[in-house]
C-alpha cells in the first residue's frame, strides 16, 4: 500500500518551453506532497511542500515563479517547470507522508529532466 | 536547524560480510524520527529502517540493524550478510515530530558490494 505514482519517469525539452510533473498517491490520500531536487551522486534537496488547497511553501533560494506547484486535489500534485533552461536539467522526485503510519513517507519513482 | 552527516561517502563491503554505515544528526529537539534510506540504481527511494527517538531499543530489520546512541547524536546502520543487491546510495534522514513533517537527509554514503 502507500504507493506514489509519478510521471513522467523521464522528459526532455527544449530550452524555454514548460514541463509539468504528476504525482499521484493511489490508494491514500496525499494531504502533504513534498517535492526534492536531486543533482548525480548528491542529496535529496527540499525545494519545496505543497499541502492540498492551499498555496506551496518554497525552500529558500527555490524560484516559486519557475517551479510552480500545484495540490489541487487529495490525490494529485503536480510540479509544472516553466521557461526551462539547461541548469534546469535534474531529476526531480516527490514524496508523501502517509498519515496512517507513524511517520512513515512513500516516495514516487523520479522525473529525469533533460533541457536541451 | 537540524543537520545530518554522513561521514563516509564511499564504503565497500565483501559478499557475506557485514557493513556498518555512520549517521550523525544535530537537533536540540527530543522527540523525532531517523531514518535510513535506501537508493539503487533505479533511484527508487526504499526505506531500510527507521528508528523513533523516544524508543531505547534498537530497530532491527532482518538483516539491517542500527546503533541509536541519543546521547552522542548517532544512528549508525550495521548491514550483516551483506548481498550484492544491497549496493546502493544509502541515507540516513531526520524529521521532527509536530511539525511540518519535512525529512532532512544527510549526503549519502555510495556501498559497493564486492564478491
Known amino acids: 500500500g502507500a504507493v506514489v505514482s509519478q510521471h513522467p519517469s523521464w522528459v526532455i525539452c527544449k530550452s524555454g518551453t514548460s514541463v509539468k510533473i504528476e504525482c499521484r498517491s493511489l490508494?491514500?490520500?496525499?494531504?502533504?506532497m513534498f517535492w526534492y531536487r536531486q543533482f548525480p551522486k548528491q542529496s535529496l534537496m527540499l525545494m519545496a511542500t505543497?499541502?492540498?488547497?492551499?498555496?506551496?511553501?518554497?525552500e529558500q533560494g527555490v524560484e516559486k515563479d519557475k517551479f510552480l506547484i500545484n495540490h489541487a486535489s487529495l490525490t494529485l500534485s503536480t510540479l509544472t517547470v516553466t521557461s526551462a533552461h539547461p541548469e534546469d536539467s535534474s531529476f526531480y522526485i516527490c514524496?508523501?507522508?502517509?498519515?496512517?503510519?507513524?511517520?512513515?513517507?512513500?516516495f514516487g519513482s523520479g522525473t529525469r529532466l533533460t533541457v536541451v | 536547524a537540524q543537520t545530518v552527516t554522513q561521514s563516509q561517502p564511499e564504503m565497500s563491503v565483501q559478499e557475506a560480510e557485514t557493513v556498518t554505515l555512520s549517521c550523525t544528526y544535530d537537533?536540540?529537539?527530543?522527540?523525532?524520527?531517523l531514518f535510513w534510506y535506501k537508493q539503487p540504481p533505479s533511484r527508487q527511494m526504499i526505506l531500510v529502517i527507521r528508528?523513533?527517538?523516544?524508543?531505547?531499543q534498537n530497530a532491527t530489520e532482518n538483516r539491517f540493524s542500527v546503533n541509536f546512541q541519543k546521547a552522542a547524536k548517532s544512528f549508525s546502520l550495521k548491514i550483516s550478510d551483506s548481498q550484492l543487491g544491497d549496493a546502493a546510495m544509502y541515507f540516513c534522514?531526520?524529521?521532527?515530530?509536530?511539525?511540518?513533517?519535512?525529512?532532512?537527509f544527510g549526503t549519502g554514503t555510495r556501498l559497493q558490494v564486492t564478491l
Open positions: 514524496s508523501a507522508r502517509v498519515r496512517s503510519t507513524n511517520y512513515g513517507y512513500t
Open positions: 490508494d491514500f490520500q496525499a494531504t502533504t
Open positions: 505543497s499541502n492540498e488547497g492551499s498555496k506551496a511553501t518554497y
Open positions: 537537533t536540540s529537539e527530543s522527540d523525532y524520527y
Open positions: 528508528q523513533e527517538a523516544y524508543k531505547q
Open positions: 534522514a531526520f524529521v521532527l515530530t509536530g511539525t511540518a513533517s519535512k525529512l532532512t
